[in-house]
């Protein structure tokens, strides 16, 4: 096996697993956060990088745990997901282009609406494009679970797809 | 042209059912970042768009300058490690003086075995004198070492020669 670069190797990633934490937290500032907890994990851990099958998996999953523990910690002064709170959601969530394109803020609002675990498997396959497998490692999950939590928030969608059909915008 | 929209939406169906495979859902990607898209496929843009447009979102490469200045850290860590291997030298020096010195107590031992055989060999014959029996046949203890010395010369002087 390759020897590991920090710079060339763990670094890069970084922009994929502030991707996911801001998935699973709705929060830039939350998401930066974690991707940098979860680089200084891992390079505290660098003399276990060669045992491990893939160093960005493993990234993965850190960052996903993180987000996981910081969202839990959170909950306490959580609200439930109303309306209102949605809206808030998708505010903290900059994204210029996104705000003047309607339709692509549906899809935005709609897929954070799902619960965490469909949200990230979103994430990972249809915006990572990452392999069932590959999701499976990360989440620690069997390959016919990620599927079901797939189809369930695909279906999700498109249900949502047809109200929009049926009622408009 | 006709052919290739029916091969997207049956790739749309078998996606909403989850069986196309990654590959399959990077063409829908690419086909609807496209600027022409017929009507009726046009209500799926916006997902396959907002696939596609997630992908751009990243850190800035101040962030990169942040963590590896946090990475530098450790180096700190690492150096404290230096420092020990720094003090490799010392310990050499250490060790070397320590052979120098136990060399040069060798060396001292045996020149002064050589120059001053005349002086061990005395205290050698006392000693040895002290625990021997005979010394107590003999006379006088403060005649017996000038006899001795009378003795000597011969040998003293054969050294003193070399």
């Known amino acids: ?169 | 042209m006709r052919m290739d929209y029916k091969y997207i939406e049956q790739l749309i169906e078998r996606y909403w059912d989850c069986e196309t495979s990654a590959e399959e859902e990077q063409i829908l990607r690419m086909f609807f970042s496209q600027t022409e898209i017929p009507a009726h496929l046009l209500r799926y843009k916006s997902l396959f768009a907002y696939q596609k447009s997630e992908q751009e979102i990243g850190l800035g490469s101040d962030f990169d300058k942040r963590i590896l200045e946090e990475i530098e850290r450790p180096t700190v860590k690492a150096r404290r490690l230096t420092l020990q291997t720094r003090f490799m030298p010392l310990f050499k020096a250490a060790a070397v003086i320590a052979l120098i010195f136990s060399v040069g107590g060798v060396m001292k031992h045996s020149l002064s075995d050589g120059n001053g055989a005349g002086v061990i060999y005395v205290h050698d014959q006392f000693e040895r004198r002290s625990t021997d029996p005979q010394v107590a046949y003999e006379g006088d203890s403060v005649k017996s070492p000038l006899e001795k010395v009378t003795e000597q010369p011969p040998v003293v002087g054969r050294n003193h020669k070399q």
């Open chain 1, 1 to 169: 096996m390759e020897e590991i670069s920090f710079r060339n190797d763990i670094l890069p990633l970084k922009d994929k697993l502030f991707r996911l934490a801001l998935r699973i937290t709705l929060n830039r500032a939350e998401a930066e956060d974690i991707v940098q907890d979860t680089l200084i994990r891992v390079w505290n851990k660098r003399d276990e990088w060669q045992t491990l099958e893939s160093v960005e998996a493993y990234c993965l999953t850190v960052t996903r745990n993180l987000a996981i523990d910081r969202s839990q910690r959170k909950e306490a002064q959580n609200m439930e997901l109303t309306p209102e709170t949605q809206e808030l959601t998708d505010g903290v969530t900059p994204d210029r282009q996104m705000e003047r394109d309607e339709q692509l803020h549906l899809i935005h609002r709609l897929v954070n609406e799902l619960p965490e675990k469909q949200r990230t498997i979103f994430q990972l396959r249809d915006i990572e494009g990452k392999s069932y497998k590959e999701i499976a490692e990360i989440m620690g999950l069997t390959e016919e679970q990620v599927k079901v939590n797939l189809f369930r928030a695909r279906q999700r969608i498109r249900l949502k797809y047809n109200e929009i059909d049926a009622y408009g915008l």
